[in-house]
Nanobody
Framework: QVRLVESGGGLVQLGGSLTLTCAAS????????MGWYRQLPGKQRELVAS???????EYGDSVKGRFTISRDTAKNTVALQMNNLRPEDAGVYYC????????????????WGRGSKVTVSS
C-alpha cells in the first residue's frame, strides 16, 4: 500500500519546539522530493518546506530561520524541526511526496499523508 505516515504533532506552548516526522510505506521505492505543507484555519494549503535527494531545500517565507527540514533518502523519511512556534503556525501539517516511484518503477506519482495537527498555546 502506497502511503505516508506522519507523527509528532500535538500541543506546544508559544515559542516552543516540535518535530514532525513522516515515513513512506515499503511500497514506495524512491521519492525525488519530500516536503511538508500546512493548512491553517480558513486558508489554503501552503508549502512549509521541501527537500530533494540532493539535499536542496525550499522554505515558505513565514518559516525561514525557524523551521528545518531534513530527510533520510535511503529510508524515505522526512522530518520537520519547528522552533519558536507562533500562534499562526497552528494548523494541520501534511507530508508530501512528489515524484515517488513504486517497487515496479512504472512512472512517478504523488502521495499525501493524512495530516498531523499542531496546536500552539499562548
Amino acid at each position: 500500500q502506497v502511503r505516508l505516515v506522519e507523527s509528532g504533532g500535538g500541543l506546544v506552548q508559544l515559542g516552543g519546539s516540535l518535530t514532525l516526522t513522516c515515513a513512506a510505506s515499503p511500497a514506495i521505492s524512491r521519492i525525488d522530493v519530500m516536503g511538508w505543507y500546512r493548512q491553517l484555519p480558513g486558508k489554503q494549503r501552503e508549502l512549509v518546506a521541501s527537500i530533494d535527494t540532493d539535499g536542496r531545500t525550499e522554505y515558505g517565507d513565514s518559516v525561514k530561520g525557524r523551521f528545518t527540514i531534513s530527510r533520510d533518502t535511503a529510508k524515505n523519511t522526512v522530518a520537520l524541526q519547528m522552533n519558536n512556534l507562533r500562534p499562526e503556525d497552528a494548523g494541520v501539517y501534511y507530508c508530501h511526496a512528489d515524484k515517488a516511484y513504486g517497487t515496479n518503477w512504472r512512472g512517478a506519482f504523488e502521495v499525501w499523508g493524512r495530516g498531523s495537527k499542531v496546536t500552539v498555546s499562548s
